[in-house]
């Protein structure tokens, strides 16, 4: 029996956003609380001098909470090319079942917490309308590099809670402080938020070709693992799943 393995699944098991072990997850993270004002500040990142932002792609729901896509270190991804070639079909079904697996855009930025600076640089997560925002702010001449350590900018992070605004989900609005403001006061505090900082990939499960292979044939047939389940492919031809799948990749 290897051990290893043993506490590498049960890790998996544990942490409900898949992260390496729940502990490491919560210490690299940071997630605004609901109802809640924060003051961030946006660093640099360590791993990419050019964006703050990491955009990375994620299944959600397909065997586990969520597995990171292959496409995000340029390899071959099972559940994106057979979502790809059930979308090239152009029949109605097929295409429903390709946007349900397609992935998902999440995007993390490095963050100071205000308040929580002993916490050290984290990462906060969040979606394309936050995103948005942010790229416009960064884009406008008028409030410069607001990562800049010397003279960048915080931001004020309120999350709006879905039974005030009537909202499925949470808002989250940001607002950037008019007055600009150094990283820290301690130089070399500022210099150690910069150089202690986790490559964002690291913080996620890799899992293998095979694996997200297995996780797709169980998404689509949940109930028994030899059960046939029909799709329409491009020859709109009537097949075997897991014989698609076999086909497509060998």
Known sequence: MNLDEIRKRMDRLQNKSNGKSGGEFRKNFWKPPSGE?????????????DVPFTELYFYFGIGKPRMMSLSNFDESDPILEFASQLR?????????????????????????????EDKGVRFWEFGKMVYTELL?????????????????????????????TGKMFDTTTV???????????????????LDNQKDIKELFTKFSFDEMKDSLQKY???????????????????????SKIDDLFG
């Open 37 to 49: 004002k924060s003051v961030v500040r946006i660093v640099p990142y360590k791993h990419n001098k």
């Open 88 to 116: 090239k079909s152009n029949e109605p079904d097929n295409v429903e079942l390709a946007k349900k697996l397609y992935p998902k855009m999440r995007i993390f930025a490095p963050v100071l917490v205000r308040g929580e």
């Open 136 to 164: 416009g702010v960064m884009m406008d001449e008028d409030y410069g590099d607001i990562t800049d350590i010397a003279a960048g900018r915080d931001i004020t992070v309120e999350v709006i809670p879905a039974a005030e």
């Open 175 to 193: 607002r950037v402080k008019p007055v600009q403001s150094p990283l820290s006061t301690d130089g070399s505090a500022a210099e150690g938020y």
């Open 220 to 242: 689509l047939a949940p109930s028994e693992e030899n059960e046939t389940v029909e799709v329409t492919p491009p020859t709109k031809e009537k097949v075997d799943i897991n």
